[in-house]
């Protein structure tokens, strides 16, 4: 079966950066898209963007174009996620997302702290 | 500010029907039929109910269904069971924007 497996959660300092990983199995990983989405303590969704896990591409969401990165490990089925420069307002749990036809299927989400 | 408009909150009770709205632009809902609603219980994460404005995954209670007009879809949940209590969001395809998402709505069965 699908599955979408996270990296433990974070805490990081203002100014720092943090990768969150994202284990896929269950499917051909290079044959469908990652997708990063955030959500902020008591609030709702944001997309962040995606990465082509076959070709490598990424499109970015404007908030965050500049200071994320993702990328990916096709031998180890894996997507990553760099952010740069974390503020406090970066507190939030950051979830990968998969659509397949028919479904969509979610990561168990990683919660990155920033405080000091 | 969300790209995509949902009320903040919608309730009803018991076997009643309620309909959520997903208000965007002729750049996302408009255009593409590439709207999806995901049921979100606390802690968790989101879940798939409906891809592609009316389909349901396999799994998904026929009890919830999509539909779209102009720039607005809509989630209705018939039938309404305690455990339909959840916040939903819908999201779109928006182009060069990409995806972009409501603000969510919590469901309330009274």
């Known amino acids: 079966q699908v599955q979408l497996v996270q990296s433990g959660a974070e805490v990081k300092k203002p100014g720092a950066s943090v990768k969150v990983s994202c284990k896929a199995s269950?499917?051909?990983?290079?044959?469908?898209?990652v997708h990063w989405v955030r959500q902020a303590p008591g609030q709702g969704l944001e997309w962040m963007g995606w990465?082509?896990?076959?070709?490598?591409?990424?499109k970015y969401s404007q908030k965050f174009q500049g200071r994320v990165t993702f990328t990916r490990d096709t031998s180890a089925n894996t997507a990553y996620m760099d952010v740069t420069s974390l503020r406090s307002e970066d507190t939030a749990i950051y979830y990968c997302?998969?659509?397949?036809?028919?479904?969509?299927?979610w990561g168990q989400g990683t919660l990155v702290t920033v405080s000091s | 500010q969300s790209a995509l408009t949902q009320p903040a909150s919608v309730s009803g009770s018991p076997g009643q029907s309620i309909t959520i709205s997903c208000t965007g632009t002729?750049?996302?809902?408009?255009?593409?039929?590439?709207v999806s609603w995901y049921q979100q219980q606390p802690g968790q994460a989101p879940k798939s109910m409906i891809y592609?404005?009316?389909k349901r995954p396999s799994g998904v209670s026929n009890r919830f269904s999509g539909s779209k007009s102009g720039n607005t879809a809509s989630l209705t949940i018939s039938g309404l069971r305690a455990e339909d209590e959840a916040h939903y969001y819908c999201?779109?395809?928006?182009?060069?924007?990409?995806?972009?998402f409501g603000g969510g709505t919590k469901v309330t069965v009274l």
């Open positions: 990465i082509n896990t076959g070709k490598g591409d990424t």
């Open positions: 997302a998969l659509n397949l036809p028919g479904d969509s299927f």
């Open positions: 999201s779109s395809y928006g182009g060069s924007r990409g995806w972009v």
């Open positions: 269950g499917y051909t990983f290079t044959d469908y898209a």
């Open positions: 592609e404005v009316i």
């Open positions: 002729s750049s996302d809902v408009g255009i593409y039929n590439l």
